[in-house]
């Protein structure tokens, strides 16, 4: 590198820099956080976007860490209702799963060419040869 020119090649030394003092990106009003504890910061930080806790169940609304609390407590009635949906797809996809998996059975059993060979263990679905 030439004199004064940043080892980084050409990336500029405070970009990069663990030790550059930032504000929050969130903009919570934090202005001094050293770059490489950003992402520390962020797992704390009140205005950090978080998904709701039941999103596995439907409920797609980002929430900012200070208003999850509120958010969780007001939604109780709606969250319940997606968890039961949630949980009535759920029941149906593993009473079809049940379902083919007794078919399989039945048709292991049919193709079997000796069926004393084979202990079938209904428990775990394994086939014992």
């Known amino acids: 590198t030439g004199k004064g020119e940043s080892p980084l090649q050409g990336?500029?030394?405070?970009?990069?820099?663990?030790?550059?003092?930032l504000e929050c990106p969130n903009k919570c009003g934090k202005k001094s956080i050293k770059r490489k504890n950003i992402p520390l910061h962020r797992e704390r930080c009140p205005l950090e976007k978080l998904n709701c806790p039941f999103k596995y169940a439907g409920c797609s609304l980002p929430v900012l860490r200070k208003n999850m609390d509120r958010h969780c407590n007001k939604g109780v009635q709606n969250h319940l209702l997606l968890v039961a949906e949630a949980h009535q797809k759920l029941a149906g996809k593993c009473d079809e799963l049940t379902r083919k998996n007794e078919e399989l059975v039945r048709k292991v059993e049919e193709l079997a060419p000796n069926p004393k060979r084979i202990r079938l263990s209904y428990d775990t679905n394994t086939f014992m040869f």
Not at 11 to 21: A, N, P, R, S
């Open 11 to 21: 990336e500029c030394h405070y970009d990069v820099c663990g030790q550059y003092l």
